[in-house]
């Protein structure tokens, strides 16, 4: 099985950045895909990032600002975040994938942290 802990979440200001990191434990992730969804309050779960065999991939609210890597001698994935905005506010949780294959979508994902709370002020 494998664990998945978000972590480096907190408050920032409209324009600024922040690095969320992902770290796994259990089994080694080097080829599972990973993804990064957020869900804000009353709303439904949204895709972020993802990192899978074809390369990376973003929703279309995050491109150009948001960065999705991993470091698999650390098994951790990150999600660079920058130019920051009021509707970035939300949780964002980090997915792992059973295998090389994962998008877009939630059920494409085996795997998910329990979240961390980004919130982004005026």
């Known amino acids: 099985q494998v664990q998945l802990v978000e972590s480096g979440g907190g408050l920032v200001q409209a324009g600024g950045s922040l690095r969320l990191s992902c770290a796994a434990s259990?089994?080694?992730?080097?080829?599972?895909?990973m993804g990064w969804f957020r869900q804000a309050p009353g709303k439904e779960r949204e895709f972020v990032a993802a990192?899978?065999?074809?390369?990376?991939d973003y929703g279309d609210s995050v491109k150009g600002r948001f960065t999705i890597s991993r470091d698999n001698f650390k098994n951790t994935v990150y999600l660079q975040m920058n130019n920051l905005e009021l509707e970035d506010t939300a949780v964002y949780y980090c997915?792992?994938?059973?295998?090389?294959?994962?998008?877009?979508?939630?059920?494409?994902?085996?795997?998910w942290g329990q979240g961390t709370q980004v919130t982004v002020s005026s």
């Open positions: 997915a792992a994938a059973s295998g090389p294959f994962g998008g877009r979508l939630v059920n494409e994902y085996r795997y």
């Open positions: 259990g089994r080694t992730f080097n080829n599972y895909a």
């Open positions: 990192i899978n065999w074809r390369g990376t």
